[in-house]
């Protein structure tokens, strides 16, 4: 696998990590904390690809 192809997973595990961390109940801060990361890591990806 070459290392733009494992950065690319890299990149989508760590999108999927911050989805799973988002719950209602969480505090708001938090949760556009990850919202922002989870942008973030999408426009990083849509530079690469």
Do not use: C, G
Request: glycine share 0%; aromatic share 6%; proline share 2%.
């Amino acid at each position: 696998m070459s290392e733009l192809a494992q950065l690319e997973q890299r990149i989508k595990e760590k999108i999927q990590q911050a989805k799973a961390n988002i719950h209602p109940a969480h505090n708001r801060a938090y949760i556009d904390s990850l919202r922002i990361e989870i942008d973030t890591l999408n426009w990083v990806l849509k530079v690469f690809l």
